[in-house]
Nanobody, 115 residues
Framework: QVQLVESGGGLVQAGGSLRLSCARS????????MGWYRQTPGHQRESVAT???????NYADSVKGRFTISRDIGKNMVYLQMDSLKPEDTAVYYC?????????WGQGTQVTVSS
């Protein structure tokens, strides 16, 4: 059973930074991509950033230039560096792993940005 465990969430003031980490328990899957999603109450989960197996990255327009997704293949880790945070970035952030047609999710970590 694959496990994804997020960490690094918390409370930060607007303009501040946080770094989220996602630890993956399984290293033998052929992973197509890893990503970060976020969700607020009453809204659908939305994609924030993704990184494919060849290292290509993609970002939501709302976070371009402020967030950076990266990975450490040897450590089975994926990171999301979040700078210049805004109150509208407040959400539960989820790590996702895409293996062919299956998506694995972490349990989520809360990020709260105060104004």
């Amino acid at each position: 059973q694959v496990q994804l465990v997020e960490s690094g969430g918390g409370l930060v003031q607007a303009g501040g930074s946080l770094r989220l980490s996602c630890a993956r328990s399984e290293s033998t899957f052929s992973i197509n991509a890893m990503g970060w999603y976020r969700q607020t109450p009453g809204h659908q989960r939305e994609s924030v950033a993704t990184i494919t197996s060849d290292g290509s990255t993609n970002y939501a327009d709302s976070v371009k230039g402020r967030f950076t997704i990266s990975r450490d293949i040897g450590k089975n880790m994926v990171y999301l560096q979040m700078d210049s945070l805004k109150p509208e970035d407040t959400a539960v952030y989820y790590c996702a792993m895409f293996v062919w047609s299956t998506v694995y999710w972490g349990q989520g970590t809360q990020v709260t940005v105060s104004s």
